[in-house]
């Protein structure tokens, strides 16, 4: 069944949501106002249940379909958390919150599975209950692991779950999935180099930590290109490096530095923790100086699995005709938690040709809702037919 005439007909409706959660963006687990929305909302819908403060301040609705010889429940999941970013797009709605906007479109993600519950509440068309769920503080926060540990899998007998992420430079309203790692784990790290500080015309007296920290963030660059098996993706980057002196004429006591790993495997994760720890030790010994490093093991690997990939597939392909091969993306997702608890996939979802999320300029298009809410549906449909 191709988009369903039911969200033609919601679709002014759901933008205005998306509209009005755009102007008011909220950061990581302070999402107060729009979790109450949320709640709010699905209660209006009729959801036989709508629980708050899972994770803090998420949000799951339960509908149950008009049998439930099943006993199975299907999650269906979005974000509600904005980025602290000043937006850039003059929209007649942007944000109102100075320093923080919608730029990973989670609004039309959390608008997009209000539409699809809705829908949901007032068909019924499935055998066994939904789970909608609205998560804070996918963008580093970690709210999905959060929602994981407060037991919500167990607490509402969740067997399965799906998820959708809007994908600037994919053709609007189009999908695309693949099975396996998908998004890649995100850790991050903090490193010290710590020499001997002293005037900057005898350098004779002092131990520079600045050239021994330039030198690591070279030497960090092998772990890449040296040390991992090059079919395997890695990303190593340095992305800050302060020192402890602000004057020209003093060589610093120490400098910190910042950077994320980015890998699609467990083995090559482990290797770039062992071998950062190894650099960084012998290229600062190397130069008189001490490394510490706190490496920071973040969001895992989102792995899809491989049969309910081809469920979301099958979705995807009834909504929009066909469902094309998505690259992996070495960014991260905390999606990774629900699937670490729980078979499941995760698709993308086309915005067009728009800003790349994470951009000042970047704004969801609202021409992508009736897809995005007919996946849903065709996901909770589906998985969970009436016989």
Known sequence: MPIRNRFAELHSEITEWRRDFHAHPELLFDVHRTASIVAEKLREFGCDEVVTGIGRTGVVGIIKGQA??????????????ALPIEEATNVDYAST????????????HTSMLLGAAKYLAETRNFDGSVAVIFQPAEEGGGGGREMVDDGMMDQFGIDEVYGMHNWPGQKLGTFAIRSGAFFAATDVFEIEIEGKGG???????????????????????????????????????????????????????????????RTLDESTRDLAETRMTEIL??????????????????????????????YAKEAAVRVAGDCAEAEPTMGGE??????????????????????????????FDDNAIPAGCSWFVEIAEGRLPVS
């Open 199 to 261: 005037h900057a015309a005898k350098p004779h007296e002092t131990i520079d930590p600045t050239i021994a920290a330039c030198q690591c963030v070279l030497a960090l660059q092998t772990i890449a290109s040296r040390n991992a098996d090059p079919i395997r993706d890695i990303v190593v980057s340095v992305t800050s490096l302060e020192t402890s002196s602000t004057a020209f004429n003093v060589i610093p006591q120490r400098v910190q530095m910042k950077g994320t790993v």
């Open 68 to 81: 439930n010889t099943s006993g199975r429940t299907v999650g269906l999941r979005a974000d509600m958390d």
């Open 334 to 363: 905390d999606f990774a938690f629900l699937l670490n608890a729980r078979p499941g996939a995760y698709i993308f979802l086309g915005n067009g040709d728009s800003a790349k999320v994470h951009s000042p300029d970047y704004n």
């Open 97 to 108: 919150i100075p320093g923080a906007m919608h730029a990973c479109g989670h609004d039309g």
């Open 281 to 310: 030790n012998g290229v600062a010994s190397a130069f008189g100086c001490t490394a510490k490093l706190d490496y920071l093991r973040n969001y895992p690997v989102m792995t899809n699995h491989d049969i309910e990939t081809e």
